[in-house]
């Protein structure tokens, strides 16, 4: 497998990545490790993310497929005013001596242009897009440094990363990053078998928009761990699965949206028209899996079309922080 990585305006370089993800198993057994009086835990989202970016609209979903029992759900957070994030892998941690978890969705405060972390790391993402994988990794940080048991899993197998869904700056427009962190482990200790992790520095992968002028627009979809089993819904649409095709001969609006898909222009699809079908189609598709359901409109921002169960916590105003910002939280029944 190979990742992409590409500045959103510049140029592009290829970064070779993990063939086979074993970490699926490894990092079961480990990350939630036997709880020794000083262990910390890390508690593990799994699932995929498919984001439908539709004709002025872009429509995605979490879908909750745990990795272990009792796993935390996929996550979904506003970055900023025009971004929204949804986090995987070790997204939640316990500490032995608190009740209370630690959690990467909670008290996120935007970072603004002017923060002296920008220059951490040169030339990796365009600024704001910098601003969100530095402050992931500042939390992320004290909290890794806690591991100190190895950890069997390949180098290039991410421990934590999210998913940028919104717009970007300048009317560049619609976009989709995956956003990776990866740790380093040194044994320091022999006889107590003690490591020294550390955290990398986030790894961004651009999903969307397709390389290349003519290149095909379709859905986007990504998971955790990375090459979980089960085919994407791209697949299942252009295999003609006998759940697609039930949505497409009975509802002739749903068929319209397949058929922009199978050409390699979702782009154009009817906003009101790709969010039902996706409404539709998850149910179908993933069963009794719990999955949340939104759209984000570049100028309305933020809302709901199935809700998480708990409250969604708004990202933390900074002082240049426009008030447009949008709130993630559900919005009451009438």
Known sequence: MKFLVKQRRGALTSVAGSGVFLFFM???????????EDEIVANLAGGRVIVHVA???????????PVEAHAVPPRVMALDSTHIGVLFGA??????????????????LRITRGDPRYQEYPNQAEPDLEAMGVAFLEKL??????????????????????????????????EVWQVEYRIEQEQVATRAEYWQTR???????????????????????ASYPPGAKGPTLVELIQGNDPRIARLRSGEPRFSKVLEEIARGQAQKAAPADAA????????????????????????????????????????????DQPPEAPSLRARPKP
């Open 26 to 36: 490894l990092l079961l057994a480990h990350a939630r490790m036997q709880q020794h």
């Open 199 to 221: 955290i990398l520095r986030p790894r961004f992968t651009q999903l969307y928009p397709p390389e290349g002028k003519h290149a095909s627009h379709t859905l986007v979809e």
């Open 91 to 108: 997204s939640e941690w316990q500490l032995p001596a608190d009740s209370k978890p630690i959690r990467l969705d909670h008290d996120f």
């Open 276 to 319: 039902d079908f996706l409404r539709a189609a998850l149910p179908l598709i993933y069963r009794d899996a719990h999955f949340v359901l939104g759209t984000f409109d570049q100028q309305r921002g933020f809302d709901w079309i199935v809700p998480p169960d708990e409250p969604v916590e708004k990202v933390k105003e900074g002082k």
């Open 55 to 65: 004709k002025d609209l872009i429509v995605f979903a979490a879908v909750d497929q």
């Open 141 to 174: 940080r004290p909290l890794v440094t806690q591991l100190r048991h190895k950890l069997d899993f390949a180098p290039a197998d991410p421990l934590f990363e999210f998913v940028v869904i919104g717009y970007a700056p300048k009317s560049y427009g619609p």
